[in-house]
């Protein structure tokens, strides 16, 4: 069993996208449509991700599958109240669902490496 720590931290992209995810949901939650409530639900978890990413926590890969199911939620609510500019529509709903499993497999991909590390070097 391999029991070297990875080289790279494989959340890296899942911190670019979190960067990039903060920066429009503040303008489009707390500058554009006034969503106090909806952008906090978003930006809080953002910000203890981006947070324990650099802090090296192991619970930064639970924090990013947090921010994933509340985009998920605020996505939806959204949709729902009309201020996305289009309606939710069956097609839409899949293509969003597919895609936040598609993010949420990636997050258990690079949560099984660090957990075979942790094993090894606990025995």
């Given at each position: ?10 959340l890296l992209p899942a911190l ?91 997050f258990w991909k690079t949560k ?12």
């Open positions: 069993m391999d029991s070297t720590p990875p080289k790279r931290n494989p670019i996208g979190a960067v990039v995810l903060a920066y429009f949901d503040i303008r489009f939650y707390f500058i554009e449509h006034r969503f106090i409530l909806l952008g906090s639900a978003i930006v809080i978890p953002v910000a203890a991700f981006i947070i324990l990413f650099f802090s090296r926590s192991r619970f930064a890969w639970l924090a990013a599958v947090i921010v994933v199911f509340m985009i998920a939620v605020t996505l939806l609510i959204t949709y729902q109240l009309g201020y996305m500019g289009v309606p939710l529509t069956w097609f839409l709903g899949i293509v969003d669902l597919l895609l936040f499993a598609l993010f949420l497999r990636y099984e490496p660090y957990l075979r590390y942790v094993a090894a070097k606990e025995i």
